[in-house]
């Protein structure tokens, strides 16, 4: 079975490489967005929209564009979808129930942020109602379907916000994640679903489920485009209670090969299903092969954690989201979803509190593994289900693709899903990488070095080079590196677990020479300055890099290796990867290649 031909799209929608084409005059937004806006329509079946913007709403978006400016705006012109429990300013937000809509006057915190950095929005997307399911078949604006297979649930609850992404009308797409609407819907239909930390991106805006427990997730075509979006949208917002900053959690750090925690045999769940079980069988095989280490724990306390969120005292935060609404005028609630939010009416507050107490002994219980792994790594579900079954059972087969999503923000974790390839009958699968709270660009990172071997990830997409405004804060310095711990290669994590972010990729000033560094294991350049007439523009990134993290970075450079002033294209000046001229004696001159990725591809092997 093969993705539907109505998802294929003219544009290539990755963020890297729709700026190449706007850079290089092949696209204009006005172009583009004619395009999706038409094809949106012809893709009514789905039932992927609550409310399509109409073109006269996204032309005013447009004409705020500016310039092309990737740097001023990260995100210029790119399409976006917004799950329709999110405002967007003077467009109703509904929660998938039509009796309780309102129209806010101002943007949610996070799509403001996407706008300001200069994302257009197409429209508000379908859900199961008030963020209640992991279906996508809980809304009276029509059941979501699957993207490879329009029989099958699409996952849920920010369903139409994943299709959006998978039917190729946007590049990204924001979804909430309560209990794993914003992973669930990312394996069914082949995408990168991140949840991030609680508390990373603000929640001011969106209609709550579980307030203490909501976070605003992302869809979006790969990791390196969900890391662009994460660094647009995760922002402290002062005036959200639950917001946090994220540099203020102190997350252990890894080596370069992160130890990886799996479900053992005894508490893994499938339902029966083997091909999912097959399939992740076949991923993990791949993570050891990749030299990973991987340990099976007993899941069973994850598991018993999963259970809380609908069958205990959280239930009620449903019930308070929408007390009034429910209360008074529930005309247009879907039947399931006010079954669920209304057995909340049972429960006291000696309910809330024994809750709370299991919940403290989950988290004492689990929080000793990651003394012992890194990183954990479950399927993303344990099987798929067909509308049709979902409706004749929608609670059972619901709850059961939460088995390893429900847990999550009641731990404090950030998590990635990921696509892992297919199953035999042409649906997708995948697994979920998490870690605690402030791991999200760890993991993320970890995502694309995986993806090197699960889908031929190699070739990063990136905006064309420019000339950057390379202002950090005072709390950070930009570094320049081109070697191991480019995006993508074997010593990248020691950036990223020192919360280092990525600013811009560029080039050298036509002075340096580049050498093969002989040392091993690891594949190393080494980058010397000349006087100008035997050297050449080398590629390399710049990273924002925490001064508190600084000396702990040094400290791991082997000699002949150091940190120096590098010049960029440009002309100015950044701490960056040098060479000592006597380290690269007898080394192999790599110089004509221009980089060190470039190298990397042509190289022969030893």
């Known amino acids: 079975m093969k993705l539907n031909d109505k998802a294929q799209n003219q544009y290539a929608l990755n963020i890297g490489e729709l700026h190449k084409q706007y850079a290089e005059g092949k696209l204009t937004p006005q172009e583009l967005f004619a395009s999706l806006h038409q094809k949106a329509g012809e893709l009514a079946e789905y039932n992927i929209w609550i409310r399509l913007l109409s073109f006269d709403e996204i032309q005013a978006y447009l004409d705020n564009l500016g310039d092309f400016d990737p740097e001023a705006k990260p995100l210029w012109g790119v399409p976006f979808a917004i799950k329709d429990n999110i405002d967007l300013a ?54 979501c379907h699957n993207s490879f297979d329009f029989d099958y649930v699409s996952g849920g609850s920010s369903s139409g916000s994943a299709i959006s992404v998978a039917m190729g009308l946007c590049s990204f797409s924001l979804g909430t994640d309560t209990a794993g609407s914003g992973r669930v819907p990312a394996a069914f239909n082949n995408l990168l679903g991140l949840k991030p930390s609680k508390g990373a991106l603000s929640t001011r805006g969106v209609v709550p489920a579980v307030k203490s427990q909501d976070v605003v997730s992302i869809f979006a075509l790969d990791s390196v485009d969900a890391e662009k979006v994460f660094s647009v949208a995760a922002k402290q917002d002062a005036e959200d209670s639950f917001s946090r900053d994220m540099a203020d959690l102190t997350v252990p750090a890894w080596g370069p090969k992160p130890v990886i925690g799996i479900p053992d045999a005894q508490s893994v769940v499938f339902y029966g299903d083997m091909q999912a079980e097959a399939n992740f069988k076949q991923s993990i095989e791949s993570l050891r092969e990749m030299g990973y280490e991987v340990k099976e724990i007993d899941f069973t306390p994850w598991l018993e954690t999963a259970k809380l969120l609908y069958g205990g005292a959280w239930v009620a935060e449903r019930y308070a989201a929408i007390a009034e609404f429910i209360e008074t005028d529930p005309i247009d609630m879907d039947p399931t979803v006010e079954g669920i939010i209304r057995s909340a009416c049972g429960l006291s507050a000696a309910d809330a509190y024994r809750g709370a107490y299991q919940l403290q002994d989950a988290i004492r219980q689990t929080e000793s593994i990651w003394d012992e792994i890194d990183c954990f790594v479950t399927p993303t579900t344990p099987t798929i289900f067909k509308i049709e079954e979902v409706q004749k059972e929608p609670v059972a087969l619901n709850s059961a693709l939460g088995t390893y999503t429900n847990f999550m923000n009641l731990l404090d974790y950030s998590a990635v899903a990921m696509p892992t390839g297919f199953r035999e009958d042409g649906m997708p699968c995948g697994i979920t990488l998490f870690a605690p709270a402030g791991s999200d660009n760890k993991l993320l990172n970890l995502t694309k070095q995986w993806h090197g071997e699960f889908v031929d990830f190699a070739a990063v997409n990136r905006s064309p080079i420019q000339s950057a405004d390379m202002t950090v804060d005072d709390k950070s310095i930009p570094l320049a590196v081109v070697g191991a711990h480019l995006t993508g290669f074997p010593l990248n994590g020691q950036l990223i677990e020192r919360g280092a972010k990525l600013l811009k990729v560029t080039k050298t000033a036509p002075k340096y020479q580049f050498f093969e560094l002989s040392s091993r294991p690891i594949l190393k350049p080494g980058l010397v300055k000349t006087d100008g007439s035997a050297g050449a523009s080398i590629e390399l990134e710049v990273w924002a890099m925490p001064k508190e993290h600084l000396g702990s970075f040094l400290a791991l450079i082997p000699s002949p290796l150091g940190l120096g002033k590098v010049e960029l294209e440009d002309g100015s000046e950044v701490v960056g990867f040098i060479c000592e001229p006597s380290g690269v004696a007898g080394a192999r001159e790599i110089t004509e290649h221009g980089g060190w990725r470039n190298w990397m591809k042509v190289r022969p092997q030893e």
């Open 90 to 143: 003077n467009v109703p937000t509904t929660a998938a129930c039509p009796s309780y809509a309102f129209t806010p006057s101002e943007d949610a915190e996070v799509v403001r942020l996407l706008i300001e950095a200069g994302a257009i929005p197409l429209g508000k997307t379908n859900l199961d109602q008030f963020a209640t399911g992991l279906v996508g078949t809980r809304s009276p604006y029509g059941v």
